[in-house]
């Protein structure tokens, strides 16, 4: 069920505590930088006014919650945030390569390997 | 706003044999709107609301890589640190990672506090404190220098210089350090990238010391150079030296400062540090200055104008792995205080242990303080053989990259592109006949590796794909450059561009006289359109039962006793059009009067504007030219219209002076969102590209189809009517809201057409 209820934009600390309570995820580290990506890319969406689609915490859920699955932030946010924010092709791969590489790199897996 | 297309960069990027060359690739509009782009999104999260422009040039001849001021970033695709990369893609890496580098100083560096700092040192002051002087040395160091700086003009000057450039060493290993920290995904990687191939060119002591020998290097420099070695990777280069060497020394005893330097988000614990090497270093500054200024006199004399602050600013330069920073009028964005953690913490503790140990050592030999005091370097021998392997690339620091393959690796050639030592045709008379020749098998054949020959091939097959490519190239670039730079951001271009909107208050006499004169003529274009029209919307609004038809899904028993097989009927039901706005907006530059071209725009704005007026469709019309540098409007109709006069307004449409189409399209264009109608239409009549001082070209293309796609997804339908000779590229800003109209006297009714085809019924 999803219930919808309009509360303030909490700020990035609160954003981490709470998705973290909420995923049970522990790397704080990793969950402040996705909070990060998140905010950015709203920011950037409203920007460019992409709006077909939607960034906020329940995307946020939804890619540490993939991510604590996948362990790959990089791969879980194609599948999560970056899908639900917009349809289009182009706008997709914007926000992906200024949003979301800059910070989560798919690069860093070829160098671990 | 409208963005870059980013999967057209990484396309771009992956074209294994492109038919753009990297030059073009890495000049073009698109790959800096992709940085650009970048940059926004990554900084505005620190409420940076500058935007960031970004400049690639390509010119291998520049010495300088990248700069910026604080808004402007400008990198050297064509230096020898990204051409001597192979591959597109990893030239993409390097020039990312100059990216990040200037992104950094444009984030984190306090350009403000600089100018302060040196404002403070013109007035032979220390900014933002005095150093701490621990030893008497220190204080006589610093007497020394001021009096040096006070005894002339130029020496203050180059003590300044030297002031900053200690402050560019120190600010670029702050400033990666928290890229590296803050920017983990490609623009770390990228930054990791450029650091790893600028750290391969670092000399190692024994080569700066070998330099200092042959090419009479300073002294001072060769510490420079260890600093920012230390500063930036958090190692120093021994190469064959003990770690007594005074150099190494020197920088040891500097450790503690530098790394509080580099640690702390206080731009002026820097400064205060840059004070502290300045007096502790001075011994090997003022000889470096004083030698300075002998070679300036020397160049002077052969006739150079140089200054002595560009040759000091030249010889700097030289350093390896320095960028420039260039002088800009912000501050860093704020961030919560505190240190910050270094992203080379592991190399930096070994070098610390080094530093320890060594003086640890120095202290039991006896010599009490790690600064070095005698001036003779000892260990002369040792360098020449430790220098002698690879040494000799590393010329005064600059980067040494030989792409080309031409050093001859055993017996083999390389293979070169051009002839050479080809012997010309000459006349024989005999050929030599040797005797007693044998065959042997040799199995043990061991070629001479020669790396060269993959290579040779490719670039035999890049050429091949080149040349192939080459006749289209000239028209494709500019298609495929303006296409895919269709989306570049401009944001709001036009702020500050005053639009004078002009509307004439009352109508004088002799317009209404000459409207009535033509009007019956252009008006039965319009009621011939509306006729069909009138009567199919009125049924839709009404709904009713349509019968007599051919087929349908209900029989009609009423006419059942037809023949003719029209026997269905269709109930429709009532409903209500939906709702539709016209803006018109006429190109009035003075090009539009040739041709007559302004009086088939007046007449099709007449047309347009009865037919909808006729129809109760809300319109507007607009036409727009130049007033002096500002955007004259000039209203003729408006959705509200308070006298019923703006009928005879539009016979004051004519050609005017230049266009700026952007900021006209864009007022028009907002008005237009402000109205309720589902439908907004957005008609353009124009004979051509924009034409104003500053405002024309691609860019200003690039800003109309910004515009376009801006509104475009506000919901607005845009038509563009061309009516000139520049109808591609009409075509090529407005894409498919298109309307070609070849022969002028069809404007008005095709015009008419389009409102009346977006008329859903």
New interface residues.
Partial sequence: MSLVRDIELPSPEVMVERAMSVTGATDEYQVS?MV?VV??MA??CR???I?DGAVGMRSLLDWIVSTEITGDPYRSALYTVISKATSD???R??L??????????P??RK?AS | MARVNHKRVKQLLNEKRSKITDRQFFTSRILAGHFEDMAVAQTRRYHYNRRVRVNIIWNPKYGQVAGTDNQYICINAGHKIVTSVRGRENRYWTVTGLFAHELGHVLYTDFLAAQTYANNLDRYRWYPAAPILKTVKDRANEAALWDYAKASQDNLLMLQIIAHHILNVLEDGYIENRILNNFPGTLGYALETLRASQMKQMPTVTELIEMEETENQPIFYSILQLMLSYAKYGVIMYGDEPKTDERVQVVFSLIPDIDRALLTHDARERFDVANVILVRCWEYIQPYLEEMKEQQKAAAAAGSSADISEMLKGALSKIAGATGIGEGSSTPVSDAGGEEVSATATARKQTQEDAKESSAEAAGVGDAESSPETEAPKPEEKNREGGESDGAGAEGGSVSGNISSDGESGERRGASETEEGRIPLQHTDHVSAPEGGTTERNDDYAPAPYEGAAADIDRLLDKMAERAACEQLENERLQELNEAAQNISYGDIHSGVSIVVNRMASVDESYIEQYKRIAPTLLTISRQLQRSLVRQLQDSRRGGKQTGLLFGRRLDSHALHRNDGKVFYKNALPREVPQLAVALLLDESGSMYSCDRCTYARASAIILYDFCQSLNIPVMVYGHSTEGASVALYSYAEFDSIDNDDRYRMMDISARDSNRDGAALRFVAEQLCKRNEDVKLLILVSDGQPADTGYYGTAAEEDLRGIRKEYQRKGILFVAAAIGDDKPSIERIYGDSFLDITDLAQLPSKLTAVVKRHIHI
């Fill in positions: 930088q990060q905010n950015d920011d950037y920007k460019n006014s709006t092709e182009n706008d791969e914007a992906i390569s200024a949003v979301l590489e800059p910070i989560f790199s690069i860093r160098k």
